[in-house]
């Protein structure tokens, strides 16, 4: 899941996080906690020949909320640079009702499915905001870089996995309203698409939060929501998910 060139994307990230913050007016930096459910299908297969379309939830048993932990950071004031980072791991045991065939394994019925899914996100985007009377609204643009890893095992049958990655622009929409000086409602979308060559890419991310600041300190609430929809013809895979819940927020700010 760490390829070289996931290293140095995200050292890249870093340089120009740092380049940027010399000129930046506002540092902000935040974690969350994330407690999401996943949902969704995927299809790996092998040499040109399709696999089957499973279920995460009814065939291999994500059904349950998985707690995910994620990092932001913000600098700037009216022009603002942020980089955001999600790691998934995901694992789930479920006894197959009917065949799988994913990769160049095939799982008959009734076989006991160990699997694991796993996915790292990270945005660099640049935000454009501006507005008053507590109200704050603009526009962001960027990159999004995901990668997917998905693995199925049991005994008898042997293990099989199959990774994905792609960097995609992203544009979105942000609103701010502060009705005082202790409380902040943020609300945001972000998606963009990619279709080049072997990879087809859509991507979607939304939130909404209530904030209390304290500051320099503020804690806060809400929902998100991630929607991943993809396909490599050259494996071939395919993987429509789907990933929300509710989150818990804090941070810092200068």
Sequence with gaps: MAPMKTKLFVFALALSTVEFSAQAQVLELGARYWQMKPSGSAAV????????????????GYG???????????????????VSHLALDLKARNRIERQIRFSDRTYRASADVESSLEAALWRLAFRFTTGGYGFRGGL??????????????????GSASEDAN???????????????????LDAGIAGGAWDFGEI???????????????????????????SIDGDETSIPLEADLTFKGFQILGGLAF
Excluded: C, M
């Design 140 to 157: 962001q643009a960027g990159a999004q870089y995901v990668e997917l890893e998905a693995a199925l095992s049991a005994r008898g049958y």
């Design 45 to 60: 297969g092998v040499d040109g020949l399709e696999g089957t379309e499973i279920d995460i939830q009814d065939d291999l």
């Design 64 to 82: 349950q909320e998985e707690k995910v932990i994620g990092f932001d950071a913000k600098v700037g004031s009216g022009v603002e640079l942020a």
């Design 166 to 184: 792609a960097a995609l622009p992203v544009i979105g929409a942000l609103l701010q309203f502060e009705p005082a000086p202790f409380f902040r």
């Design 200 to 226: 087809n890419v859509t991507f979607w991310d939304a939130e909404a939060n209530a904030l209390i600041l304290l500051r320099p300190f503020f804690v806060g609430a809400g929902y998100r929501q991630i």
